[in-house]
């Protein structure tokens, strides 16, 4: 089983529409972000997560929220969903920044989100 | 604005040959410099990463070039397989290690049997 989780895997959606998705993790990592990928833009990081009751902006947060249920569990709305949002969406975690530990990125397999 | 920019947008190199991929970044405050790897269908994997005052870092047939000057770094892949073909993206920290990262624009690499 992945460590990483995303559901759903694809999804098609209509203009206006609300749309979660979701991202649970087994690696037992604090940390955990939300990032939207584009060709030709990369990854741009949408919201982060340094523990249950810590959430962050990242560069493009509007159009976008997020939930931390628990310290696995992180999900991503568009309250209203637009066409200029369908992308891949990629979960990822970070174990804490220590003398030991850095802060590698462990990404899920992707949303593809399509909005018509 | 893409605070660290990434060339080619798209590389074939033929089996044997050297993959090289560029980065270049604005903020001198950078202190961590990260490659990922992406293959079709997958999210990113780290696959090798420089800190500044270093001008060279070698894993394997993977090679990150340095220069703190010119505020550019390279990915050198030597003697290129097909099993190599995938999105290559450069990245950047203000944290040794850090794991809030901007990424460059991404290479989709192919390498030719």
């Known amino acids: 089983d992945a460590d990483v989780t995303q559901t759903p895997r694809n999804r098609i959606t209509k203009t206006g529409k609300r749309i979660m998705l979701e991202c649970s993790q087994t690696?037992?990592?604090?940390?955990m972000y939300w990032y939207r990928q584009d060709p030709g833009l990369g990854l741009r990081l949408i919201y982060y997560?340094?523990?249950?009751?810590?959430?962050n902006k990242g560069e493009i947060s509007d159009g976008y929220s997020v939930s931390r249920q628990a310290q696995a569990k992180f999900s991503l709305s568009l309250e209203s969903a637009i066409p200029n949002q369908t992308a891949l969406y990629f979960c990822a975690t970070s174990d804490r920044l220590d003398g030991v530990n850095t802060g590698e990125l462990f990404f899920g397999e992707g949303s593809r989100l399509t909005v018509l | 604005q893409q605070q660290v920019k990434q060339s080619p947008q798209s590389l074939i190199v033929q089996k044997g040959g050297i993959s090289i991929i560029n980065c270049a970044y604005e903020n001198t405050a950078f202190d961590y410099f990260p490659w990922y790897q992406q293959f079709p269908g997958k999210g990113p994997a780290l696959l090798i990463a420089i800190r500044p005052d270093v001008s060279e870092k070698k894993e394997g047939r993977f090679t990150i070039s340095f220069n703190k000057s010119a505020k550019q770094f390279s990915l050198h892949i030597m003697d290129s397989q097909p099993g190599d073909s995938a999105t290559y993206f450069c990245a950047a920290s203000l944290i040794w290690g850090g794991s809030r990262l901007t990424f460059g624009e991404g290479t989709q690499l192919t390498v030719n049997p």
């Open positions: 997560s340094f523990d249950v009751k810590d959430i």
């Open positions: 690696k037992g990592h604090d940390r």
